[in-house]
């Protein structure tokens, strides 16, 4: 739960952190700025190399991080099949894609270690208000860490509703799923107990 990084170590690994997640939130921000299908296109496209770039895989590894997005993709896309805008699906689709990609590289090559100290240094004004930077930053870290994890567990949970029974599961999920994420909350709260705490 607490780390997501990559075993297959590539160029990226070697990158600082901070200017990672520097070049991360400039990304975002210019998939946002995007409007038109054929750049969003591009960008998904260079971000595929961007992971070509470390190997066959790497690659596969995290286009297994972006699986568990597939039921938006297809609610998505059939609401914007009916209401007759393809193409403002198709941007919608291919600018959340890409931006959840391009945050798993950066999780895919950063210790969270790492993320923690950038966080941290971002976060040392706000101790001037009486807040901790190092649980900020370690609040913040391990909110990138577990947006993944979650969306891979509820497509286990949804799989497993499957395997048991012919009706959709549709919200039936959300109990099942809450539930595993105060699971997890809480084995990483053990787990950090165990490591000193948040300081």
């Known amino acids: 739960m607490l780390t997501l990084i990559s075993p297959v170590e590539i160029w990226a690994h070697r990158v600082p952190a901070g200017l990672k997640l520097g070049l991360l939130a400039a990304a975002t921000m210019g998939l946002f700025a995007l ?5 969003l296109a591009l960008a998904a496209t260079a971000t595929g190399a961007l992971y070509l770039s470390g190997g066959t895989g790497f690659a596969v590894a995290g286009l297994r991080l972006v ?6 993709v297809l ?10 805008d393809p193409g403002g699906g198709a941007s919608i689709l291919l600018r959340m894609l890409t931006a959840v990609a391009l945050a798993n590289f950066v999780t895919m090559t ?3 270690s790492d993320m923690i100290t950038v966080f ?5 004004p706000l101790g001037a208000l009486g807040l901790s930077p190092r649980r900020l930053a370690i609040a913040m870290a391990l909110v990138i860490r577990f947006i993944p994890v979650m969306l891979d567990r509820l497509v286990q949970i949804s799989q497993a509703w499957r395997a048991r029974s012919r009706r959709r599961a549709g ?13 997890d909350a809480d084995r990483a709260a053990e787990a950090l107990r165990a490591r000193g705490g948040a300081g």
């Open 67 to 72: 699986r568990p997005l597939w039921p938006f």
């Open 171 to 183: 919200w039936r999920v959300l109990v099942p799923a809450t539930l595993a994420a105060l699971d």
């Open 120 to 124: 941290q240094m971002l976060a040392r």
């Open 110 to 112: 950063t210790r969270l």
């Open 35 to 39: 409007k038109s299908p054929l750049l």
């Open 75 to 84: 609610i998505v896309g059939l609401w914007h099949l009916w209401t007759a």
